[in-house]
Each structure stands twice: as C-alpha cells, then as structure tokens.
C-alpha cells in the first residue's frame, strides 16, 4: 500500500518507491508509479505497466519509475 509520508525533500510530486510496495496487479515488487489527473495513484511491476502503458498515457497519467531506469514505451 501506498504510506503517504508527510514531509520528504518538500517536493510535492512523488515518493520513492520502496521494497514495501507492491504491484496493483500482482504481488511483484511495484517498478513504476502512475498519478491519474485525478490524484489516484497505481502502482504496477515492470510487466504490468508494460501492459497498462498505453492507457495511462491516453488517462494522462504522470508516471514515475522508482528503480531508476528510464520509463520506455
Ligand atoms: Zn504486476
């Protein structure tokens, strides 16, 4: 699940993704976090967001990869 940790850098758009998320999808380590306009927020594994990509782009999700690779379509 996602803890919102109160005060990190002061930056409001993400925080990092740890070992303690998990993927929405299955129960893989969460590779990439996708913000919805709507402020909801998914958490995916590398496969997932491989499959949900196109449509979060469509949703304009903002998407944030937290192991530090390069989100690629
Ligand atoms: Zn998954």
Not at 21 to 27: A, L, M, N, T, W
Not at 33 to 41: D, I, K, N, V, Y
């Amino acid at each position: 699940m996602t803890a919102r940790t109160t005060t990190h850098e002061g930056t409001a758009s993400t925080v990092e993704l740890t070992a303690a998320d998990r993927c929405d999808r299955c129960s893989a380590a969460a590779r990439v976090r996708a913000t919805l306009p709507s402020g909801f927020e998914l958490l995916f594994c590398k496969h997932h967001y491989n499959e949900h990509a196109a449509r979060l782009a469509e949703q304009g999700a903002a998407v944030y990869e937290g192991a530090g690779e390069p989100v690629s379509a």
